[in-house]
């Protein structure tokens, strides 16, 4: 095969079987076998659209839908002609199903006063009036169907209620991270055309203030001086009570809600209307729109959640995802794929080791947490700081434990399981992507049998498999590209703005029988037991604590700076966060290399892209290695970067070879 296949070093060969639902507390598995799963897993790949027909019945819908599926490679609509909206069968249905008065999120602030912290608890009476008056506030504000609305927050109750009246009125949201910097908001803004911003003033982060309203401020001027600015209105919730300067575009969260009416009836959407659009790092250029629509997203979302977490309404589980709703993980395993499960979903505001490391323990012990849903980085950082800090408290209540964001290792797995989940818990090791919207390779917790390191099995409905770069499946064992061989129904539906991207980036590696299928960009292999194992992205994006990164955006922002004439990022193996950043910098003449200079980079990355994008390794080279067509070598770098003395690659594109030697004796 053409593309580079990836050599599989893992080998694990422990099986940890299910164990009783009473093992873990759990009143029962929703899939209590391997052979069910097996069973629901055929059926759903051999009639797809009588399966899913089912399980969307399961959901409100204003009109039904004329036809499951229309497929025409690589557009797929879904329950096609059907209205729905995702906000009323989060919110509404329950209310009107007579459960107002039950929990719908539960959220912990991040400052701790007196041994107590903040913690507020909206029912979904609560939300459904929330929701509703911040739908009218944006309406009133000349927000309709089909606007882009961007979201900037900290972890606060009204994220939740900002995407939830986004989706209520039919206006997709674009969310982006707290953590990212003033360009990245800029970037986004624009690309979108969005008119509307909802934003802090800060945002608690490790007991400082991360000064949100100010880096929105400050991209609106960005985005003035680059002659393009559309952002008509601000809306900021006060939070932290930092001091803001406040402009002709602001406008007070709070005193617009104290105004509004809670009564907004949802709008009803075709079910193929765009529900969000969320920014992801591509390999090359600027951050991909990734658009996901309302009815597919919404079934799969909320079908997967079910399943792999065994949510089970009445039943006393509180259901905790550590992500952020900035990334995708918060969306689809936060908000739209738990709130229909009618099982309580816990947001916590702020740092996991704040004020101390047993935190994120003591928040399972507070609200008696279920299912414990964190990153293979998370976890990493747990192990390190000690395993005193779990034991510290009582983890008693945990059913299920997830993990999700980059492969893990199986010593992290075994911790987890052990430290965690009381050596008993299943862990459900989740492989998805933005572009996939939901889980599409996972354990079932009562069915499946684990081994470290394996994601194991299928979702219902993915058809995913190993493929070479014709398209033909691999042994068992063999490492090749991750395809997914037909549509399911959370799949994106397209970068923004962009088909040729769509295109290029999923649809052009692989054609079986002349049809484009779904390629992941990631190397993996299937054991002889029908196990994937994750090996990595075969593309360039670093994948950072679990959260890729384009080597694009952090090369461009290391050139932007005076002293750089050129520069390539690689990942690194990182103790911590999987993978580090690791930059080759060469300078603009007459620029004196050194620590303070290396210092200096560094700062300007994190606050051009954010703290996640500083680079772990900074390296001063003359020049970097090149092919002739231009490209930069990547994958030498990361050799070289990695610390393998001995380049054994192919080289014999390579433009200058003195440039490798010259590289490798050039260490931190
Ligand atoms: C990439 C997607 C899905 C939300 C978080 C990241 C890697 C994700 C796993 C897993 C091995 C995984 C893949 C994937 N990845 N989960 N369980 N095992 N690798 O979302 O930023 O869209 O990144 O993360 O490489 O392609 P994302």
Known sequence: ??????????????????????????????????????????????????FF??????????????????????????????????????????????????????????????????????????????????????KSHGVTKGDVVTIYMG???????????????????????GGFSSQAIADRVCDAKSKVIVTCDGAWRRGKVVPLKENVDNAIKMMGDQGEQPVEHVFCVGRCHNDIAWGALDRCYNEEMSKASPEYACEPMDSEDMLFLLYTSGSTGKPKGIVHTTGGYMVHTAMTARYTFNLIPDSGQVYWCTADCGWITGHSYIIYGILPNRVPTLMYEGG???????????????????????????????????????ASADLSSLQVLGTVGEPINPEAWVWYREHIGRGVCPIVDTYWQTETGGHVITPLPGATPCKPGSCTRPMFGVDAAIVDADGAEQPADAGGLMVIRKPWPGMLRGVFGDRQRFIDTYWSTVRIDGEPVYTAGDGARRDADGNFWIMGRIDDVINVSGHRLGTMEVESSLVAHEAVNEAAVVGVPHEIKGTGIAAFVSLVPGKAAGDELKDALRAHVSSEIGPIAKPDQIRFTAALPKTRSGKIMRRLLRSIAAGETEISQDMSTLEDFSVVAKLAEDKE
């Open 1 to 50: 095969m053409s593309q580079p296949s990836i050599e599989s070093t893992l080998h694990e060969d422990r099986v940890f079987q299910p164990p009783a639902p009473s093992d873990v507390g759990a009143s029962d598995w929703l899939v209590g076998s391997l052979a069910e799963y097996e069973t629901m897993h055929k059926r759903s790949i051999e009639d797809p659209e009588g």
């Open 352 to 390: 996991p080791d704040y004020p101390t490391a047993a935190r994120f323990w003591q928040i399972v012990e507070r609200h008696r947490v279920t299912q414990f849903y964190t990153a293979p980085t998370a976890i990493r950082a747990f192990m390190k700081w000690g395993d005193e800090h779990p």
């Open 155 to 177: 972890m606060v109750p009204e994220l939740a209620v900002a995407m939830l009246a986004c989706a209520r009125i039919g206006a997709p949201h674009s969310v982006i991270f």
């Open 53 to 138: 027909a089912e399980v969307a019945a399961g959901f409100h819908w204003y009109k039904a839908w004329d036809s499951v599926l229309e497929w025409d490679a690589p557009d797929a609509k879904w329950f096609v002609g059907g209205q729905t909206n995702a906000c009323y069968n989060c919110v509404d249905r329950q209310v009107d199903d007579g459960f107002g008065d039950r929990p719908a999120i539960i959220w912990e602030g991040e400052p701790i006063e007196n041994g107590v912290p903040e913690t507020r608890t909206l029912t979904y009476a609560d939300l459904q009036a929330e929701v509703g008056k911040f739908a009218n506030v944006l």
